[in-house]
C-alpha cells in the first residue's frame, strides 16, 4: 500500500524556539495514523528542490530526543535565504514533482514573512492545479513582526533575554562612581519590539533602559544628545536600548552614517549602538564620562538557556496544530495564537489565511510608543509581561545544556518512503 | 558597653558571584556573638576613605534578602579603581583612624589581585601599628588568576556563561549552507582561563571551538591564517574563540594592529575579534565567505541568570569562612580554595598568605595548551568541568530576575554604631 507522508523546513533566522515547534509538528505526524513517515528538508526550500530530504521518523528514537530537540536553539533542519524567482511557475512545478515523488501530501514551512510568502504561492499553486497536497504555515520570528497572531513563536524567549540581560548589564556599569553611559543594540531592523522588550528590564527593579529608541520613529540626533546630557546631570549611570535600525527621517540608517563621528571623515564601523556612543562622546560634554556600545549579537535569537517556557510551549503548540490543521483538510494558512487575557494569561489557537500574512510587517502601533519617542508605553508592558513568563526550562548534564542534532547528511530516496 | 563591628567592601570588576561573597560574609557576622554591626563600605576604598560607610544589619531584613544578594550580578557595595600610593603610609594611617572611629575590628575585602595587595599591606601596617584589627581578603575574579587557590569564586559561573553561549552561538552560525567563521572574543587580558572555558562547548555536542587562542602563547597572525584555511577546506562552519589579550611576539596587543586591516592605514575599531575578523576577510580567499566577530561583553560577568550553583555556593562559603577565620584572630590572610578531588567533585577551604598572593597573576600552565597553542589539554577540561556544574540557580518572578540593592546612600556615622 502506498505511503501518505508529510514534510517539514524551516526558514528565516534563527531562534530558540524554533526546533519546539518543529518537535510539535513532528511529535503530531508520527502520533498520525494518517501519516506514515515524517521528513524533513535540509536547509529549507534550497535544499528540498535539491532533494536533500531525511526521514525525520528514523531519526528521532527516544522521548528524550524530543526533549532534546525543544531545546536546542537555531534550525536543527538548516535555513536558506532561497526566494523562489518572481513568476517562477516551473519552479512550482518542481515543487509539486518532489512532493508527489515522495507521496508528500502535508508540506509545512517553518519560519517568518518571506516563508508564509512561499507557502501562499505554493498553496495557490497546488490548488489551481487541483493537487490534493495541503501547505500550512508555522510561524516564527524573534522580530514578532507577522500580522493575525498575537505575537510569535521565538519572540518571547528572546524578548526574556534582552530584559535580563539589559538588567544585568546595568548593575555591571553602575559599579564604578565615574558617568557611564551604555548603549545596548537590540535585533529588529523594522520592527520595535524586540527593542521594546528592554523596558521589561524594570521589573527586575533597575531604572535602566533610561531612553528606548525604536525603528517606528525617525531618530533625531540633536533631541537625543538633549535628553542624554539630561540625564546625565541627574544620574551617574544610564543605559540606552536602541534598535539596530534607527534611522533619520530621510531613512538613513545610522549604523550607515557614522562619518561624522571622526574629523577626518571615517565612517564608524559597527552598528547603531556604536555611532551612538560616538555621538555621546564627542557631544554629551561630561567629564570622565565613560562610554560602551554593547550589541546583543546573535544570542539574542540564540540563547536557549535563557528560553520562555511559554514561548516553548506556544512555539511547539504551533508545531503540533498546524499538523492537525492539515490533515483535517487546511491549506494556505497559518497557525495564529489569539489572546484571550492578560492575567491571567490565556491564548486559544487559531488560523489565518495566508493572503493576509505573507509579506506583510506588524510594527509597533504608534501609541505604544511614548516621550517622544523615548520609551514605551503602560499596554506594552502589559502585553510583553506573559510572553516572557516561565521557569527557565534546560536539559543539563554537569551544568551544560545539551543539543539534538538529526544526521542531515542521511538523506533518503523516494523509494525508501514510498 | 562598647560595640565591636566588622567592614566589608568589594572592590576589582564585576562578576555574577561577588555577591554570594559578601551574603556569606554577612551572614556569619550577623550570627556571632563577636559582632554587633556588619558595614559595609561603598565603593571600596574610595568610599571607606570618604567614609561612605552604610549599616547592612540594618538594611538586610529578611531570609530573602540573603537570597536575592547570593542572585544579584556587580558589586552590590559598589567598586573602585583607587590604589593606594605607594608609600601611602598618611593613607594607611587615615584607614586606621576610620576603622577605630567605628570600632571596626574585623576589615574583609572582596576583589583580585590589586585588592589583595591592599589587604596585605594594611595587615601589615595594623601589626606593624600593634592594632588588635584583623584583614582577610576574599578572593573574586572571573580571571581565576589568583595564586594558592585552586580556582577564584566568579570564575565557574563565566566559564559556564561562556561555554554555553559558544554553543549556542555555534549552532547559530550553521543554519546556512554558506561558509562562515565566527570570532568570539572573551575577556582575561594576561590569564586565558576564561577563553579556555570555551573548549566545554564541545560537551555541548557540537565541534566548536574550532580553534581557541589563549594570551599565554604569541599569536602568529601567518599561523592563524594557515589554520583558517585547512579548517574550512574541511567544513563550512568554524568558530574560534579568543583572548581579548592576545599579543605578537613583540607584545603588542592584536587589538592595537588593527592598521593593516584597511588599505588607508585606518585602524580597526574594536577588540582582538574585529582584527581577526578582518584578517580572515582579507587573506582566507573563501568565496562568500561570511564573517563574524562577537564579544561576549560586559555580560560574561555580569550573567547571573547562567550563574553556576557550584560557584555561588562556593564563593559564600568563602565569604563565610572569612568571617570565621578573623573572629579567630587571623589577619594578612585570604580564604582559597582546595582540590581534593575532580569526580567527584570535593574542595576543602584553606587559607593563604597575602604575601604569596597579592600582586601575583597566576597564568595557564605552558603543558595545558596544546596543538600549537590552538586548543587545550584533557588536564584542562577535567579542571574545568566540575566548576561549571550545578543547576541553573535563579530566583524568578513571571520570568525575569530579581535583585537585592542596598540603600547605598544611607550612611551612617560613628556614634550610630558604638
Not at 528521532?60 to 536553539?73: A, G
Not at 508527489?100 to 504561492?121: A, E, H, L, Q, R
Amino acid at each position: 500500500m502506498t505511503k501518505t507522508n508529510m514534510l517539514i523546513a524551516q526558514s528565516g533566522g534563527p531562534s530558540s524556539a524554533i526546533n519546539a515547534s518543529i518537535t510539535g509538528a513532528i511529535a503530531r505526524g508520527m502520533a498520525s495514523t494518517r501519516i506514515d513517515n515524517v521528513l524533513g528538508a535540509v536547509n529549507g526550500m534550497q535544499g528540498f528542490l535539491e532533494r536533500r530530504i531525511i526521514n525525520i521518523s528514523d531519526q528521532m528514537k527516544t522521548s528524550e530526543d524530543f526533549d532534546l530537540l525543544i531545546h536546542t536553539p537555531a534550525h536543527a533542519l538548516g535555513s536558506s535565504r532561497y526566494k523562489i524567482p518572481k513568476g517562477g511557475k516551473e519552479i512550482y512545478g518542481q515543487i509539486v514533482e518532489i512532493l508527489k515523488d515522495y507521496n508528500i501530501k502535508y508540506f509545512f514551512y517553518n519560519g517568518g514573512n518571506d516563508s508564509m510568502d512561499t507557502v501562499n504561492k505554493l498553496a495557490d499553486f497546488l490548488r489551481d492545479a487541483g493537487e490534493d497536497i495541503m501547505a500550512v504555515g508555522i510561524p516564527k520570528t524573534i522580530d514578532n513582526d507577522l500580522e493575525l497572531t498575537d505575537h510569535t513563536p521565538g519572540f518571547g524567549s528572546a524578548a526574556r533575554y534582552v530584559a535580563t540581560s539589559v538588567a544585568e548589564v546595568y548593575l555591571d556599569t553602575t559599579v564604578y562612581p565615574a558617568p557611564a553611559a551604555t548603549i545596548v543594540e537590540i535585533m529588529g531592523r523594522n520592527a520595535g519590539w524586540l527593542t521594546a522588550a528592554s523596558a521589561l528590564a524594570r521589573d527586575c527593579g533597575v531604572p535602566a533602559p533610561h531612553l528606548i529608541y525604536l525603528p517606528e520613529v525617525d531618530f533625531d540626533a540633536s533631541a537625543f544628545i538633549k535628553e542624554v546630557k539630561a540625564l546625565l546631570a541627574k544620574e551617574p549611570h544610564i543605559l540606552i536600548a536602541v534598535s539596530e535600525g534607527i534611522h533619520d527621517a530621510q531613512g538613513n540608517y545610522l549604523a550607515d552614517t557614522g562619518a561624522e563621528a571622526d574629523m577626518f571623515g571615517h565612517k564608524t564601523l559597527g552598528g547603531a549602538a556604536t555611532v551612538l556612543e560616538a555621538m555621546i562622546k564627542r557631544e554629551a560634554d561630561v567629564p570622565k564620562l565613560k562610554t560602551r556600545a554593547i550589541q546583543l549579537s546573535t544570542l539574542q535569537r540564540a540563547a536557549a538557556h535563557c528560553a520562555s517556557s511559554v514561548d516553548l510551549e506556544e512555539s511547539y503548540q504551533c508545531g503540533y496544530r498546524a499538523v492537525e490543521a492539515a490533515v483535517n483538510g487546511m491549506s494556505d494558512i497559518m497557525i495564529t495564537i489569539a489572546r484571550i487575557s492578560d492575567v491571567p494569561y490565556v491564548v486559544r489557537y487559531d488560523v489565518g489565511r495566508l493572503d493576509d500574512i505573507a509579506n506583510k510587517e506588524k510594527k509597533v502601533p504608534a501609541d505604544w510608543i511614548v516621550r517622544d519617542g523615548t520609551d514605551v508605553s503602560a499596554e506594552m508592558l502589559r502585553y510583553l509581561r506573559p510572553l516572557v513568563a516561565g521557569e527557565t526550562s534546560e536539559l543539563l548534564t554537569e551544568g551544560l545544556p545539551r543539543f539534538f542534532r538529526f544526521d542531515l547528511g542521511r538523506t533518503v530516496m523516494p523509494w525508501e518512503v514510498k
